[in-house]
């Protein structure tokens, strides 16, 4: 199972549209899945997915 967390950074600066989303670097698609919950993401194409990392998510903006 992976958890996803917010940074201060992302929570002060994030985008608020899938347009900023890619204007920001945020073009890699993934889904991401626990359990029930399935997220829908953007992240940046050299992420490190075994860190914490920032994403966008695509359902909720």
Known sequence: M?????SKAA???SPSNHQEAVNDGFSNPV???ADAFEL???IKPDQDLRQK???FDRDEQ
């Open 2 to 6: 992976t958890i996803l967390q917010n």
């Open 11 to 13: 929570k002060s600066c």
């Open 31 to 33: 889904i991401a899945e």
């Open 40 to 42: 829908r993401l953007l």
């Open 53 to 55: 990392f920032e994403a």
